[in-house]
């Protein structure tokens, strides 16, 4: 288990004076290099070496509220070899001045990709010195929620409409990679909702990346609503309300086997999301 101690930072917070979801998603990154910095060295160095880390999956829940600005937390982080390519990393985020109380967690999988053949490769094998005396920390679940296909069935006869945004790909939303940085996604899909951000706060996030944006590339950002036979949200509490998104490149009309009719190409599906909002109060400040 590593644990780092840190401030919100006034540029970190929102108008609802609690840390933004890129900005805490950065964080978690960060902590995660400082927590194998010693073991494989800095990401930096990890790439001279020619190896680069890609995420696949990530979940996250406010549990109950998002740090304040100004507020001294910590961050726990451990990670395990899930099977031989894949590897987990979760993350627990609480208040200094109360330990035993969770705000947010998050569960992450991750795999080792070889720069130079551009594959994955069995992290074990390669990066060994990672997994060093992990064996004996309690497991991690390996299983994620399932995210649903924006274009399937919906569980009612009249579907949610679906609505679009379009993204452009900037510089600063680069990683050292050269590719879009994950917590970048997840700011599409919070600007994306057709929701009040003002008024309603994200509970639970779940995303799946299945390839990357780059520079000069417009992503297309679909999202639709779950609804229930009765309107209520589909696996969210009362009173909140769940949506699904898809990303993909602006080739195509969202529909990854869909073919876009000028150039005959499919569109690339970049990655899926589900979320679950709440009103702002639910979990902690309003900034009105």
Same mark, same amino acid.
């Given at each position: 288990?590593?644990?780092?101690?840190?401030? %919100?930072?006034?540029?970190?917070?929102?108008?609802?004076?609690?840390?933004?979801?890129?900005?805490?998603?950065?964080?978690?990154?960060?902590?995660?290099?400082?927590?194998?910095?010693?073991?494989?060295?800095?990401?930096?160095?990890?790439?001279?070496?020619?190896?680069?880390?890609?995420?696949?999956?990530?979940?996250?829940?406010? %549990?109950?509220?998002?740090?304040?600005?100004?507020?001294?937390?910590?961050?726990?982080?451990?990670?395990?070899?899930?099977?031989?390519?894949?590897?987990?990393?979760?993350?627990?985020?609480?208040?200094?001045?109360?330990?035993?109380?969770?705000?947010?967690?998050?569960?992450?999988?991750?795999?080792?990709?070889?720069?130079?053949?551009?594959?994955?490769?069995?992290?074990?094998?390669?990066?060994?010195?990672?997994?060093?005396?992990?064996?004996?920390?309690?497991?991690?679940?390996?299983?994620?929620?399932?995210?649903?296909?924006?274009?399937?069935?919906?569980?009612?006869?009249?579907?949610?409409?679906?609505?679009?945004?379009?993204?452009?790909?900037?510089?600063?939303?680069?990683?050292?990679?050269?590719?879009?940085?994950?917590?970048?996604?997840?700011?599409?899909?919070?600007?994306?909702?057709?929701?009040?951000?003002?008024?309603?706060?994200?509970?639970?996030?779940?995303?799946?990346?299945?390839?990357?944006?780059?520079?000069?590339?417009?992503?297309?950002?679909?999202?639709?609503?779950?609804?229930?036979?009765?309107?209520?949200?589909?696996?969210?509490?009362?009173?909140?309300?769940?949506?699904?998104?898809?990303?993909?490149?602006?080739?195509?009309?969202?529909?990854?086997?869909?073919?876009?009719?000028?150039?005959?190409?499919?569109?690339?599906?970049?990655?899926?999301?589900?979320?679950?909002?709440?009103?702002?109060?639910?979990?902690?400040?309003?900034?009105?």
């Amino acid at each position: 288990m590593y644990r780092h101690d840190l401030s %919100v930072m006034p540029s970190e917070a929102g108008c609802a004076g609690e840390i933004k979801l890129r900005a805490l998603l950065n964080r978690f990154q960060d902590v995660a290099g400082l927590a194998v910095k010693d073991r494989e060295g800095s990401p930096g160095a990890l790439m001279k070496r020619g190896y680069a880390w890609v995420l696949l999956r990530y979940s996250l829940e406010v %549990v109950r509220r998002l740090p304040g600005i100004d507020e001294d937390v910590a961050i726990e982080t451990r990670h395990t070899l899930n099977d031989g390519f894949y590897t987990l990393r979760v993350f627990r985020v609480f208040s200094s001045s109360n330990e035993a109380e969770t705000l947010v967690l998050a569960k992450t999988s991750w795999v080792l990709i070889d720069l130079a053949a551009g594959r994955p490769v069995r992290a074990v094998q390669h990066l060994p010195e990672i997994f060093s005396g992990v064996a004996d920390d309690p497991p991690i679940d390996p299983d994620f929620p399932a995210i649903p296909k924006l274009s399937g069935p919906a569980s009612n006869s009249a579907p949610a409409p679906v609505s679009e945004r379009l993204f452009p790909v900037r510089f600063h939303d680069l990683d050292a990679n050269g590719h879009v940085n994950n917590a970048v996604y997840f700011e599409w899909a919070f600007e994306a909702t057709p929701l009040d951000p003002l008024a309603w706060g994200i509970r639970e996030i779940h995303a799946e990346f299945r390839a990357s944006a780059k520079f000069g590339d417009t992503v297309l950002v679909r999202v639709r609503e779950e609804k229930g036979e009765t309107g209520t949200p589909t696996g969210a509490a009362p009173g909140d309300r769940a949506f699904v998104y898809e990303m993909t490149d602006a080739a195509g009309s969202g529909d990854a086997e869909r073919a876009e009719p000028e150039s005959g190409k499919k569109a690339r599906s970049l990655a899926r999301f589900r979320a679950a909002w709440s009103p702002i109060g639910t979990h902690g400040g309003c900034c009105r």
